[in-house]
């Protein structure tokens, strides 16, 4: 079964570092990837996402992700945070052989930017 | 769209007593998720659907939980009786496709609290 790894359980950044979160997987066939972000009181929703094709994917608010076959890595990056960045970020995998429509998530990397 | 659709927002109980959690998915998506969320335990999924069709419910904690889907726009999840571990948010979202290459919506939860 697949499983992620989110090492990073919880970042503290002052307003306009640079942000990595690290995001592992465990499978080694065709994978889809996802980052979601969870803000404060509110639900899950998509910020990125990677099928196929160009492994350097941009989503929204300045955040990109980059698939590392070799790695089986897919971590969430952004250039210079916000104070509006603080919330939880979660990395998913969705195997489309296996468990179709079912995404694996990862613990969650709870994201704190001080302004 | 209104998005996915969850109701109560909120619901207080007391122990023992039958909750009910309700979730609209978005019109013509064919996967619907319930998920749990807790400090504790972070996010876990407890059943899916596929086509109003039960895919897994690995995730359901015990017997007391079950859930429906008696048609494409309407799945109940129900704790009966319920417990004050049963406390958390309880999130359904739905995906456009059986297939795996979509993301998935999330509604806005319910938040339960059994005392």
């Known amino acids: 079964a697949q499983s992620v790894s989110q090492h990073n359980h919880h970042v503290i950044l002052s307003e306009a570092a640079s942000l990595e979160l690290g995001c592992n997987y465990s499978y080694g066939g065709t994978v889809n990837l996802f980052w979601y972000v969870q803000y404060p009181g509110q639900h899950l929703q998509l910020l990125l996402k990677y099928f196929s094709g160009d492994p350097l994917v941009k989503g929204i608010k300045g955040f990109e992700a980059e698939f590392i076959k070799s790695k089986f890595s897919f971590n969430l990056r952004k250039p210079s945070v916000q104070w509006s960045d603080t919330a939880e970020y979660f990395c998913?995998?969705?195997?489309?052989?296996?468990?179709?429509?079912?995404?694996?998530f990862g613990d969650g990397t709870t994201l704190t930017v001080k302004p | 769209d209104a998005g996915v659709i969850q109701s109560p927002r909120h619901e207080v109980t007391e122990m023992g007593q039958e909750v009910t959690l309700r979730c609209k998915p978005i019109s013509g998506h064919n996967s619907l998720f319930w998920y749990r969320q807790t400090m504790m335990r972070g996010l876990e999924l407890l059943i899916y659907f596929n086509n109003n069709v039960p895919i897994d419910d690995s995730g359901m904690p015990e017997d007391r939980f079950s859930a429906k889907m008696p048609n494409a726009s309407f799945s109940t999840l129900k704790i009966q009786p319920s417990e004050p571990r049963d406390s958390a948010v309880y999130f359904c979202?739905?995906?456009?496709?059986?297939?795996?290459?979509?993301?998935?919506?999330f509604g806005p939860g319910t938040r339960l609290t059994v005392t």
């Open positions: 998913a995998v969705n195997a489309p052989h296996t468990n179709a429509g079912k995404s694996t």
């Open positions: 979202a739905s995906s456009p496709g059986t297939g795996t290459f979509h993301e998935q919506y």
